[in-house]
Each structure stands twice: as C-alpha cells, then as structure tokens.
C-alpha cells in the first residue's frame, strides 16, 4: 500500500473475482491483486451438459493466470482467516494488506456433510455429486450404461448455486433415456426440501411452465424431502422427515455451505454463512472497504454466475465511490438468470430479480443455441475480461 | 522407495482443491481408467493422504508413494480393482 494507490484485494478467482479485478484495473489507480488456492477455472455451468456430450470439461478450463490481465496481481495462497478490523488476510503462505476488499470466494460444496453421500461416490457406481466435475464427468459414462429402473436427483436444504441445474440434469436425462429406448423401464425423480419445483413470487411463471413440461413427460417431483442419509448399499436415500427412495442412479446436489475460512475466521459473516452485505450497495453492513459478490454474498437472490456478472458492476462502481469518499449506489436488484434446458435444442430462459420475473416463459430453440453456443464464449473472452457490451 | 523410479500414467492436478476435492477427483479417474494403471495425484491438502490410504484399502487399491514436492504432495495409487 502507498499514500496514493491503494491495493485491493480480490478473493477468489472464479467468476465474480476474475471479472471484478479485470474491471477494477480498468477502471481505478489502484493495485489489484486476487488470491486463490488454486488457479484452474471451470465453467461451471457446463457440469449437467459434459454427461451427456454437450459439453467436454476439457475445453472449459482455463489457466486463472492467463485470465487475469498482466497488472493485476495473482497469487496461489490458501486463506485461513479474515481480520477486518486490521485490514488484513492470512493465508498459509503468507499475509495480506488491504484499503479494500472484494470477497468472492463462492460456497463450499460438502457431500461429506450428508452420511453415506460421499462414501457412495467413493465406494459405488450408482452415485454422483455432479456438482463436483469429477463426478459430472464420470456420470457420462453411467448414463450411458444405466439401463433402466430410476435415476434418482435430490436437491439439499441449504441454499445452492445454480439452483437450475438438478433440473435441468432430470430434464436432459429423460431425453436420454428416451431416445435410447429404455423410456418404458425408466422413472425419473427429483427431491426437493420445500413444496415447490422451481419457486414462487418472481419464479412462478417459470415453475408453471416446467410443471406442464414435466407432466408431458412422466417426470415425478417428490417435495418436502430432505436427504438424511445416504445407504449406497441398498441404495437408498432416506430423508428427516422419515421417507426413503430407492435408486439405481443417484445424482445429489451436494449440500453447500459458507467456506470455513470465513465462518469461523472472520466477523464478516455476522454469525450466518455467507457475507453479510447489503442486499443493494453489495458492501459490507459492518466494514465499508469490504464488498462481497457471487455465492459467498449473503444476498436473498439465487446464486449464478449471471448475477455476480451484474454485482460485478455494481462493486466496481461501488469500490470506486468508496475511494473517492462519496455514498455506494443502491443498483443491485437482485438480476440473475437461468437458462432452463428441457431437451436438445430447447431452452426457457429464466430472468428474474428480487421484485419481478423479467423473461418471458417461452421455450426456444435460440435460447438453447444462447445457453451452448455463445455464452460459454462470452463468458471466457469478453465477460471474464472484464467487458460487458450486453445489456 | 526413490520417487525417480514411480512412472504415473495419468497425471492428476488437484492443487488448490480442498477436501473432499482431490479424493474425488482420484476416485473420478479411478472409475475412467484400466487396471494396473498408476495415477499420479497431486495436492496441496494435507488430509489428502490419510483420505487416500483409507479409500485405497478399502477399495482394493494401492498407495505407492507420497512424495512431498515442497507446494505440493504427489500421491502415486495403482488402481487394482
């Protein structure tokens, strides 16, 4: 840090991070630097298409380092704590100075945390938390061996990024199924906590329209079911309110949770999860040089990487007020997006904010081709980069 | 048991990835690749080890060797099973 140019430190180099520290360059005098434990970036929407060939994981990795523009700062470190109050951040390795801090170091995926749940994947063929690329990648292989009886995906009762993408899993594994002509020995079913499939309020266009697609095609919704245990023995899924489901293949949702590193070893999550900021500024309630955005931010909107695209924008204008001493801007309003695949070359496109739903509930053959052809695209060459010419 | 004379015949990166992350990412190859085939598993966690050495007995797999590369540890597992 010097008198004139402050550092920044950005945590997490996913999309939230990249995109932000890109944009921060850009737009102040400032040192930006981003920290992360590891330094391959997935495109993590591509986990539900790799099963079924729409998508290879190989072609949707990218080299952190090379993501991030030349003056921004990267450095491989684990963080173990946060102390704001010292404006500073430990890592293994060393620590860290800030005037400002961005965190978005997105959830912790624990399919520990349900028993059985990992051990299944270690120990069987039936069972695959595909929001691990690992195991997203491995299912291809048993979607195209399972031959019939039930395909089982359960959704956990802590809150989910890409809350779209058990949906859409079931959705394109019935299509699977179908076109190999096992559709007769075949049930599809999905498990969720709450009574709902998709959501209410902003939602509920979206949800009446997948209630139709699924009733169209045999596809059984099981509400108020919350995983207890995994028995990959007798390959049964129990859940607390005393219900089971047999399988033959299971694909959880691993429940996720707020790193530990920030729970236990900051004040920053106010005694929660996630990053106690304000749902509209995106800055932190209790330290004003702190902002969170992405899936570590404690926001009441659904966690994609489409909304912390639009919390991007609005940290960066946010920092930038901050350093020049003025007021943050209210501008978030909840945006998020989320394109629901039903089947090859069909899409809805879910757009909604904290108020209202904003698309249209249509399914289109060019929602589809936006969802596979061009966002991946945009989301590695211009949105990562730091631009966003789209509206 | 010389690390030079280990040969992996996939290479797997998990640095970076926190448990149960490199675990997951082995038993993934595992499930991919022939028997007698030697994964090379690299990883920054120190519960990694422990992790590999139970799953590897309990599947019927091996753990040949961990060799500390300073950042990292390279775990080589010959996948029997």
């Not at chain 1, 946060?82 to 430990?90: F, L, Q």
């Not at chain 1, 299912?139 to 990024?161: N, Q």
């Not at chain 1, 266009?205 to 596809?219: A, F, G, L, N, V």
């Not at chain 1, 289109?364 to 061009?374: E, G």
């Amino acid at each position: 840090m010097t008198a004139n140019r402050p550092s920044v430190l950005v945590l997490g180099a996913g999309a939230g991070g990249t995109m932000t520290a890109n944009a921060l360059r850009r737009r102040l005098d400032a040192d930006v630097t981003v920290i992360d434990k590891g330094r391959t970036h997935r495109y993590q929407p591509a986990y539900y298409l790799i099963p079924f060939d729409y998508m290879e994981l190989a072609d949707q990795e990218r080299d952190t380092r090379e993501l991030l523009h030349d003056e921004v700062s990267f450095v491989e470190d684990e963080v173990t704590g946060i102390d704001p109050d010292d404006r500073r951040v430990e890592g293994e390795a060393d620590s860290y100075e800030y005037d400002v801090l961005i965190t978005a170091v997105g959830n912790d995926r624990r399919p520990d945390a349900v028993p059985g749940m990992l051990e299944g994947w270690n120990r069987t063929d039936s069972v695959y938390p595909f929001y691990h690329a690992s195991a997203a990648a491995a299912l291809g292989d048993a979607v195209d061996e399972f031959d019939g009886g039930r395909f089982l995906v359960t959704v956990p009762d802590t809150p989910i990024k890409c809350g779209g993408a058990p949906l859409k899993l079931t959705m394109l594994m019935e299509e699977h199924i179908r076109k190999r002509g096992l559709r007769d020995d075949a049930e599809l079913v999905m498990t969720k906590p709450g009574a709902e499939v998709f959501g209410t309020g902003p939602k509920a266009p979206y949800q009446e329209r997948i209630e139709e697609i699924w009733d169209e095609r045999d596809i059984t919704f099981v509400p108020e079911f919350t995983v207890s245990e995994v028995d990959y023995e007798e390959q049964v899924v129990r859940s607390a309110e005393g219900d089971s489901l047999e399988y033959d293949l299971y694909a959880p949702v691993p429940p996720q949770y707020g790193h530990e590193f920030v729970v236990e070893n900051s004040p920053l999550t106010d005694g929660g999860e996630y990053v106690s900021v304000d749902d509209n500024t995106l800055q932190h309630e209790t330290y004003p040089e702190v902002f969170a955005l992405g899936d570590n931010a404690d926001v009441p909107t659904s966690r994609t990487a489409s909304a912390a695209r639009k919390q991007s924008h609005v940290v960066v204008d946010n920092v930038e007020r901050y350093l020049d001493g003025r007021s943050p801007a209210p501008d978030y309003d909840g945006y998020t997006a989320c394109p629901i695949l039903t089947e090859e070359g069909k899409a809805m496109i879910a757009e909604f904010d904290y108020e209202d739903s904003i698309s249209a509930p249509i399914v289109s053959r060019l929602n589809w081709f936006l969802d596979v052809n061009v966002i991946p695209s945009l989301y590695w060459n211009v949105w990562m980069r730091g631009y966003d010419p789209v509206p | 048991m010389a690390d030079t004379q280990l040969e992996a015949d996939v290479t797997v990166n998990a640095v970076g990835s926190s448990c149960p992350g490199p675990l997951m990412e082995l038993v993934g190859n595992a499930k991919d690749v022939d028997p007698g085939t030697v994964i090379r598993l690299q990883s920054s966690n120190e519960g990694t080890e422990p992790d590999v050495a139970e799953w590897s007995e309990e599947s019927g797999n091996e753990l040949l060797d961990v060799v500390d590369r300073g950042d990292h540890w390279d775990l080589y597992v010959r996948i029997d099973d």
